[in-house]
């Protein structure tokens, strides 16, 4: 019951009913920006919910008679959190004037403190020369470009006033009982590209018109392939998902031997996946809708989030998938599995009732056997050996479910490993990220294995309840009005 509410909450936040009558790229886009925005009001830690204290007003509101929080950060605005205010010269020595804290707040010594030493307050202008393609140009000299997107934030922070600490005020509450704990992932399995055969290999060396002016394409020679094949039996394992040509002006570190890599290569249960985390994920779609990032050579594409629901302890994995058939239809589809941590004290119960099953089987199995070895001449041996075996049953099978159980680790701990990995990165650059998204799918493969044994165990609980069952049924022909209806039933 608790888990199908969970499930049912988590369809109706996220829109998940509309997954199948998604029917091309274009939607698959426009949910995964709709899913993330979801994902973030979900989110107790994201900006939604938070705002720097220096740029925090509470005010009285003369029109609504109540007191209301606004966030007038330029920050915010840089990384696509809000569409103004934007940075201007004295954004970076705003002060706190006129702020009024809320009442009763104060600064808790006690509470979280920092993974890291504070940054030094310093601009990296080679760094910013060399990303902008500017030679010698400073992030002083570059201060509203700079200033203006991302960035500024990592590589101008003294020039913008982006330095740490940072210190928010809560905006407004959050009042949900589900949350998530970090930004989605998207990602998507590849098939590999090969060479074209068939009528395709035609197309691929069509001739050109020059006569066929009102037809652009068709009237000159095509530099490059007009098609892309696929192999449909074969994964790619490439360490990026596309490789584009450099343009000019490329950021040198970007550029390999010609080339720019987009989309980093991760491992998930077995495969190879191309993920990204959906950080200022307006400004990553985009440009992933840009360079094509889904395209024919994609199989499968898919949104997750981690979501985890206070007060009945239980973890669920959510996932929607988008998969493509070889005429290019999409197909959707929504996969939540959860999982729930048993409280202490429940835990106790839990291994109190495999015990106690445990001991009563192996006493009646002792019981049984004596017998059978005493007056066997009194029982049907066929049906006594059935009972032993029933018995047998039950008492292995809860011990191998107890032992296992015991070596399975909390979901809250796989959980918390997630989160303190993200919270511990050295920065936000590529590799950072790659590392943070790493740690993510470990956590899904932890929660896929432990859904696995889940299910095995459920089989095996039903052949153990089957197994009973058959016995309960011979035990009614040991009665004789019971007995006369099972001969009933034989016949």
Known sequence: EETSAI?????????????GNIKDVAGIYAFVTAFEQKNLEMMPTSADYWCEHRYYQYAWDDHYQ??????????????GLQSAPVWTNGSGTSSSSGHRRM??????????????DNPPCEDNDTAYALEEDKPNMTCEQDASH???????????PRTCGYCAPFEYESLKRFGKPQLTLLPSVLFQTRLEETACHGFAANIQVQNYNPLLSLLPALDGKKKGNILKCIDRNQQQTSEYALYLDCPDHTPSNRC????????????????TVYAEMLIESGKLLTGMQKVGWIDIQTDRVSVSTMVYTEGVEMFTSLTVEFSFDEAGNVEGAVHMITYRDLTREAASEFAGYLITTCVGA?????????????????????????????????????LILLISWTQQQPMSHEYDLLLQAFMHNEGMDAEHVKHSVAEYFKVKTVIYEEADWLERHRIAAYIVLYVQFLQMVLAFNVHPRVAMLTSTIQK
Do not use: W
Request: hydrophobic share 35%; with cysteine.
């Open 7 to 19: 499930h049912q909450h988590l369809e109706s936040h996220f829109g998940l009913g509309d997954v």
């Open 66 to 79: 109540i007191p209301t929080s606004t966030c007038n950060s330029p920050r915010y605005t840089a990384l």
């Open 103 to 116: 009442a009763g707040s104060h600064t808790d010594t006690d509470g979280p403190t920092a993974t890291h």
């Open 146 to 156: 700079a200033c203006s997107i991302d960035l500024g934030i990592l590589l101008c």
């Open 256 to 271: 390999v031997d010609g080339k720019v890599g987009i989309g980093t290569k991760q491992s998930f249960h077995g495969e």
């Open 362 to 398: 192996f006493i009646s199995i002792v019981s049984l056997v004596a017998f059978l070895c005493c007056h066997p001449e009194q029982y049907n041996l066929g049906l006594m050996l059935y009972e032993i075996i029933s018995r047998l049953v039950l008492f292995i099978y809860p």
